[in-house]
C-alpha cells in the first residue's frame, strides 16, 4: 500500500498563513464584522486545493517519532517542558483541522474511523496531562501506541490520501444543511448541552472553511471577515463550555440541563444566520 496520490503542493508562507489562522480560531474579539452577504458559491478547484493544503499542514507539520516521542515520555512519569506542552497543542490542532477538512470536503462528510479515533484520544490524553490524572494517562498512553503503530498509522495515511472529495453541488448542500441545523438549534429559547455543543461543532466546522480559504487567498477579504467573526463565537462558546463542564463536575448543575444562550453568543449567532444564503 502506497500513497502515491498526487496532491498541490503550497509555499512555506502559505502554511504559515494557516498556522496562524488556525492559531486565532478561538480568540474573542466582538469587533469582529460579516460581509453583508455570505456567498456559498466555490468550485471543484477550490474545494480540491483547500483538501489539499489541510493535508499538507497535517502531514508537514510532524512526524510519527516526534508524536510518539512526547506521549511515551509522559507515559513514563515525566512531565512536559513548555516547548513541548506547545508542541502537542499544534499537533493536536493539525489533526483537528484536518478532521474537520474530511468532514467538509468528503463526499461522505465523515471523517475516517481511525483517523477520528486518535484525534479523539489525543483530546483525551492532553486533558489526562492537564489535570495530572496518572490513571488515564497510563489509559490514553496505551490506546494511542496502538494507533499510532506503524501498520495503523500507514492505514490512516492511505485514507488521507486517497479521500472521495464532493462535488461543487454536494458542498454547498452540505453547508446550507449545517447553516439550516444551526437555525433550528438557535429557534430555541433554551439549549440542552449537547445542543450547546452541536452548535459549537458546526461553528468550529466552519471556522475551519474559512481559516483555510483566506490562507490560499490572502487576499480574500471576506473569508478573512468571516473567519475572525466565526472564530469570535468559537471563543466565546469554548469559554462558555468550559464553564459547563466545570459546573457539571462540582456538582453545581447537570451538563445536560436547559439554559439560556448568553446574549453575546446568540446575537452574533442571529447576525450569521441573516447573513447566509439558505
Not at 496562524?20 to 474573542?28: G, S
Request: aromatic share 12%; with cysteine.
Amino acid at each position: 500500500m502506497t500513497s502515491s496520490k498526487k496532491w498541490k503542493k503550497f509555499s512555506p508562507e502559505t502554511l504559515q498563513l494557516l498556522f496562524t489562522a488556525v492559531d486565532e480560531d478561538d480568540i474573542v474579539n466582538q469587533d469582529a464584522t460579516l460581509p453583508e452577504v455570505i456567498d456559498f458559491n466555490c468550485t471543484q478547484e477550490n474545494i480540491n486545493d483547500n483538501y489539499a493544503l489541510c493535508l499538507q499542514f497535517w502531514e508537514d507539520g510532524f512526524d510519527r517519532p516526534e508524536l510518539l516521542g512526547l506521549v511515551r515520555k509522559l507515559a513514563r512519569g515525566n512531565g512536559f517542558t513548555e516547548a513541548e506542552r506547545m508542541q502537542y497543542k499544534y499537533i493536536r490542532a493539525r489533526y483537528k483541522h484536518l478532521r474537520f477538512a474530511q468532514r467538509l470536503y468528503s463526499k461522505s462528510h465523515m471523517s475516517s474511523s481511525m483517523f477520528r479515533q486518535t484525534t479523539v484520544f489525543l483530546g483525551h490524553f492532553q486533558d489526562a496531562f492537564r489535570n495530572r490524572n496518572k490513571k488515564n494517562i497510563s489509559r490514553y498512553s496505551m490506546i494511542l501506541y496502538m494507533y499510532l503503530s506503524f501498520p495503523c498509522w500507514k492505514l490512516v495515511h492511505y485514507g488521507l490520501r486517497h479521500p472521495e472529495l464532493d462535488t461543487v453541488s454536494g458542498f454547498i448542500a452540505d453547508r446550507q444543511q449545517q447553516i439550516l441545523t444551526l437555525r433550528q438549534l438557535i429557534a430555541k429559547p433554551l439549549l440542552t448541552g449537547t445542543e450547546f455543543h452541536d452548535v459549537r461543532k458546526i461553528i468550529s466546522q466552519q471556522v475551519s472553511y474559512y481559516d483555510t480559504l483566506r490562507s490560499i487567498d490572502p487576499g480574500n477579504l471576506d473569508a478573512y471577515k468571516i473567519s475572525r467573526f466565526l472564530s469570535n463565537i468559537n471563543g466565546l462558546m469554548g469559554d462558555r463550555h468550559d464553564v459547563m463542564v466545570a459546573d457539571k463536575l462540582s456538582g453545581r448543575r447537570p451538563y445536560e440541563e436547559p439554559a439560556l444562550l448568553d446574549d453575546n453568543i446568540r446575537q452574533p449567532l442571529e447576525l450569521l444566520l441573516e447573513r447566509c444564503p439558505v
